[in-house]
T-cell receptor, first 111, second 112 residues
Framework: QKEVEQNSGPLSVPEGAIASLNCTYSDRGSQSFFWYRQYSGKSPELIMFIYSNGDKEDGRFTAQLNKASQYVSLLIRDSQPSDSATYLCAVPPFGYSTLTFGKGTMLLVSP | EAQVTQNPRYLITVTGKKLTVTCSQNMNHEYMSWYRQDPGLGLRQIYYSMNVEVTDKGDVPEGYKVSRKEKRNFPLILESPSPNQTSLYFC???????????FGPGTRLTVL
């Protein structure tokens, strides 16, 4: 069973706040985890990936992975209106060559 | 410029009229895939290819065909389109399923 779950949102935060996006996955063997951002009408673009337990930081973005609890999260610090988009979590199930995406969480950052 | 291209970008057709959506990448990627995106259902993988002449089904392959005769091209074929195939389609390429996927600009298909 290959499932990736995300809250659909919208998640609304004021400008400057921290946005926290969560994703849970069903395959305990999964080893790589991706966060994509998708603006309305555009194609997804990678913003973060993480392979190991713990935190990974890149600028205003931090990905957090907890394999024991089977969740991966994305924190966006100092949120900007330009961060308003849908964020997609993607997880390749272990032993498969397919890629499963969550349905995405819409983030709205208000000025 | 490294990119994935798709054509056409927009297509309106009628039920049963065969169509092909082309996808091409210039990054020498081995892994290519097709996705459809529908409101409330998210991005779902239709077919993928791990290399030339190696293709396999994703989560929603019914009604679609693909081929991989060359490394750079991965066309999506709808032999007899139906209205439930109205969707936004994305092609993507990568070194592997465990690496970043590079997406094309999308093809919006409407089947009447």
């Amino acid at each position: 069973q290959k499932e990736v779950e995300q809250n659909s949102g919208p998640l609304s935060v004021p400008e400057g706040a921290i946005a926290s996006l969560n994703c849970t996955y069903s395959d305990r063997g999964s080893q790589s985890f991706f966060w994509y951002r998708q603006y309305s009408g555009k194609s997804p673009e990678l913003i973060m990936f993480i392979y190991s337990n713990g935190d990974k930081e890149d600028g205003r973005f931090t990905a957090q992975l907890n394999k024991a609890s089977q969740y991966v999260s994305l924190l966006i610090r100092d949120s900007q209106p330009s961060d308003s988009a849908t964020y997609l979590c993607a997880v390749p199930p272990f032993g498969y060559s397919t890629l499963t995406f969550g349905k995405g969480t819409m983030l709205l950052v208000s000025p | 410029e490294a990119q994935v291209t798709q054509n056409p970008r927009y297509l309106i057709t009628v039920t049963g009229k065969k169509l092909t959506v082309t996808c091409s990448q210039n990054m020498n990627h081995e892994y290519m895939s097709w996705y459809r995106q529908d409101p409330g259902l998210g991005l779902r993988q239709i077919y993928y290819s791990m290399n030339v002449e190696v293709t396999d089904k994703g989560d929603v392959p019914e009604g679609y065909k693909v081929s991989r005769k060359e490394k750079r091209n991965f066309p999506l074929i709808l032999e007899s389109p139906s209205p439930n195939q109205t969707s936004l389609y994305f092609c993507a390429s990568s070194d592997s399923v465990n690496n970043e996927q590079f997406f094309g600009p999308g093809t919006r298909l409407t089947v009447l």
